[in-house]
T-cell receptor, first 112, second 115 residues
Framework: QQPVQSPQAVILREGEDAVINCSSS?????VHWYRQKHGEAPVFLMI?????EQKGHDKISASFNEKKQQSSLYLTASQLSYSGTYFC?????????????FGGGTRLMVKP | DVKVTQSSRYLVKRTGEKVFLECVQD?????MFWYRQDPGLGLRLIYF???????EKGDIPEGYSVSREKKERFSLILESASTNQTSMYLC??????????????FGPGTRLTVT
C-alpha cells in the first residue's frame, strides 16, 4: 500500500513556509524524501530512520513519528527553487532492505 | 557524480510489440530499480535487483520482466506492449541498505507511448 501524502498541491509566495505530510498504514523502518523538478529526475533530499530522528539541511527539515507512522517535511522561507513535486518513499519494517514504496507526490509551486 | 542513464528519452511503440528499456549506472551500485510514474500515483515499483542475475518483484510486476546480466546494466522488458503501459519509466540505483548512504539515484526517465 502506498503512503498517503497531503496536501496534493500547494502554492506559496516566496518566503512562506509549508509542511508536507506522509502517512503509512504499515510499521516503518525509514522514510525517504525526494524532490522532482518538472522534466527532471527525482533527487534525494534526506532519509529518516526509525527512532524519531529529525534531520535537515538549509531551510528544509523533516521529522519522523514512528508511533504514528508519519513523516513531515518542513520548508521554511521558501525560495523559487523549491518548486517541484515532493515524494516520500517508505521502507516497511517487515520488508526493510532495498525496497521503497512512494506516495503520490505533493506538487509545490513557489511564486515571486 | 553518480550517473544513471536510460537508453531513450522518448519511445513510441505499437500494441503487441516487444519493448526493451535499458538502464546503465556508473557507480558500481548493487541495487537497481525500475519504476513507472503516472500522474497522481507517484512512483510505483515494477522490479528491483540487488545483485547480478537476481531480481525481485515490486508492486506492479504484471506485464513486465527484467534482466540483469551485468552489475551496471538493468533492462526492463515489455513482452507484448499494451496501451495501459503508456507511462514514464524511471530507473534508479543505490548502494545496499546496510551502508550509511543508500539513497536512490534516478535516471532521466523514458516516456513510452504505446499506440
Amino acid at each position: 500500500q502506498q503512503p498517503v501524502q497531503s496536501p496534493q498541491a500547494v502554492i506559496l509566495r516566496e518566503g512562506e513556509d509549508a509542511v508536507i505530510n506522509c502517512s503509512s498504514s504499515k510499521a516503518l523502518y525509514s522514510v525517504h524524501w525526494y524532490r522532482q523538478k518538472h522534466g527532471e529526475a527525482p533527487v534525494f533530499l534526506m532519509i529518516l530512520l526509525k527512532g524519531g530522528e529529525q534531520k535537515g539541511h538549509d531551510k528544509i527539515s523533516a521529522s519522523f513519528n514512528e508511533k504514528k507512522q508519519q513523516s513531515s517535511l518542513y520548508l521554511t522561507a521558501s525560495q523559487l527553487s523549491y518548486s517541484g513535486t515532493y515524494f516520500c518513499g517508505t521502507e516497511a519494517e517487515d520488508n526493510a532492505g532495498n525496497m521503497l514504496t512512494f506516495g503520490g507526490g505533493t506538487r509545490l509551486m513557489v511564486k515571486p | 557524480d553518480v550517473k544513471v542513464t536510460q537508453s531513450s528519452r522518448y519511445l513510441v511503440k505499437r500494441t503487441g510489440e516487444k519493448v526493451f528499456l535499458e538502464c546503465v549506472q556508473d557507480m558500481d551500485h548493487e541495487n537497481m530499480f525500475w519504476y513507472r510514474q503516472d500522474p497522481g500515483l507517484g512512483l510505483r515499483l515494477i522490479y528491483f535487483s540487488y545483485d547480478v542475475k537476481m531480481k525481485e518483484k515490486g508492486d506492479i510486476p504484471e506485464g513486465y520482466s527484467v534482466s540483469r546480466e551485468k552489475k551496471e546494466r538493468f533492462s526492463l522488458i515489455l513482452e507484448s506492449a499494451s496501451t495501459n503501459q503508456t507511462s514514464m519509466y524511471l530507473c534508479a540505483s543505490s548502494r545496499p541498505t546496510e551502508t550509511d548512504n543508500y539513497e536512490q539515484y534516478f535516471g532521466p526517465g523514458t516516456r513510452l507511448t504505446v499506440t
